[in-house]
């Protein structure tokens, strides 16, 4: 029952190195999500994949690149790296990209970029 | 704009006492309502959902939630709460249709439990 798999845990970047968040899921689903949370601000979407094939921005795109690689994998690249990205973040995953579709939620990758 | 306001950041509440977390939506139609918990160093599991019908929804974990359309809210409830309880948690609200059904959330409200 893996669910959402995140890779990796933690990471600690220097500023102005990249690095690319891995996600996966084992439900065939085809709708994922990136979001990242702050204290204070709860989560905030940073780009989407509704199907196969497709992306879009969220609220807090600028910074990132995403790339559905298939149906079960959606990565984050973050391409140089700044302190203001200092984060927990949550890849999630939906049966549609519908608003009633329940999403399931990876365990994070936490960053910090110094 | 859609919006999700959790009002409380930081709540205490003694072990066996009641629990009510509130949660407010900005939403311009029928809205679809969650509730997920995060427990320390996890991922978000998801507690209860609305999208229609009986107003009054249970969840997991003896946890209930009531949807007010005339006041906008979606509050959490639980009539005695237990340690494990302790976490944050997070009312979130579908967006409107051709947004991916991307999720919108509140601010979070940290639970603790005093013995």
């Known amino acids: 029952n893996a669910g959402v798999t995140q890779t990796p845990k933690f990471q600690v970047l220097k500023t102005g190195q990249s690095m690319t968040l891995q996600c996966a899921q084992d439900?065939?689903?085809?709708?994922m999500y990136w979001y990242r949370q702050d204290p204070g601000m709860g989560l905030r979407l940073i780009y989407y994949s509704a199907s196969e094939g497709t992306t879009d921005k969220g609220e807090v795109p600028n910074g990132y690149n995403v790339s559905r690689l298939n149906k079960r994998e959606f990565s984050l690249r973050l391409e140089s790296a700044a302190p203001s990205q200092t984060s927990v973040y949550f890849c999630?995953?939906?049966?549609?990209?519908?608003?009633?579709?329940?999403?399931?939620f990876g365990a994070g990758t936490r960053l910090s970029v110094l | 704009a859609q919006s999700v306001t959790q009002p409380d950041i930081h709540i205490t509440v003694s072990e066996g006492a009641s629990l009510e977390l509130r949660c407010n939506y900005s939403y311009g139609a029928t809205p679809y309502l969650f509730w997920y918990v995060q427990s320390p160093g996890q991922g978000l599991q998801l507690l209860l959902k609305y999208f229609s019908g009986d107003t009054l929804v249970q969840g997991i974990k003896g946890f209930e939630a009531e949807f007010k359309r005339s006041q906008s809210s979606f509050n959490l409830r639980k009539p005695s709460v237990h340690w494990s309880d302790a976490a944050e948690y997070f009312c979130a609200v579908g967006a409107l249709y051709n947004q991916g059904g991307k999720l919108i959330f509140g601010q979070g409200t940290e639970l603790s439990v005093k013995p």
């Open positions: 439900m065939n689903h085809n709708s």
């Open positions: 999630a995953s939906s049966e549609r990209g519908e608003s009633l579709n329940i999403q399931y």
